[in-house]
């Protein structure tokens, strides 16, 4: 569900911005990070990365119990680690890097959105995401790959979020918004 996760991490870069009311150059510097920490080897995917999976199977981890802290949507997709690099962010970055931090953070946590709806137990774990740092998954187990994730979150919700979004970004959704309520209600009075 690569491009669904990017769509997403997308639309929380693009939240942030304008909840920072960020400038353009900023505000495209924010998506571009958001988009990169919501999918694949940079996000909390990095689990099915092929160094990661091959460190699995050579360390031990599993004695830990859970099926282990390197499973996949394990450690990796925990909310205490966005959490914590939120506090960290705050602690020890100066001022001047929380937006891009922040916006780093929109697309991590993002991913996490995503995978507590989409995805279905694998073996030891449950769907969704861990609760607990990396067992007590909790998630809607929707099918990855299915019909409502590729058809109708990824072709037409997310894009659709992101349309608008984009326009209200640039102050155009609103007054657009009453313009086809008043077409409409002209359309209606004939
Ligand atoms: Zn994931």
């Known amino acids: 569900m690569g491009p669904t996760h990017r769509l997403l991490g997308a639309c929380a ?7 920072l009311h960020l400038g353009p150059a900023q505000a495209g510097v924010g998506i571009g990070l958001a988009a990169l920490t919501s999918a ?54 100066p001022p001047a890097a929380w937006w891009a931090a922040g916006a780093a953070l929109a697309g991590w946590v993002s991913h996490l959105a995503g995978d507590l709806v989409f995805g279905r ?15 007590g998954h909790v998630g809607l187990g929707l099918d990855v790959d299915g019909w409502l994730e590729r058809l109708v979150v990824q072709r037409v919700v997310l894009p659709v979020l992101l349309g608008w979004q984009t326009l209200q970004a640039f102050g155009l959704g609103t007054p657009l918004w009453h313009r086809l309520g008043d077409a409409i209600t002209v359309a209606r009075g004939r």
Not at 13 to 19: C, N, S, T, V
């Open 40 to 93: 694949g080897a940079t996000s909390p995917d990095v689990d099915q990365a092929w160094l990661w999976r091959r460190g699995d199977r050579l360390l031990p981890d599993e004695v830990l119990g859970n099926g282990g802290p390197m499973q996949h949507r394990g450690l990796t997709h925990w909310w205490g680690l966005p959490l914590a690099a939120a506090v960290a962010t705050y602690l020890l970055l």
């Open 121 to 135: 137990p694998d073996g030891a774990r449950g769907p969704g995401v861990p609760t607990a740092p990396w067992w």
């Open 13 to 19: 870069g693009l939240a942030w911005a304008a909840e």
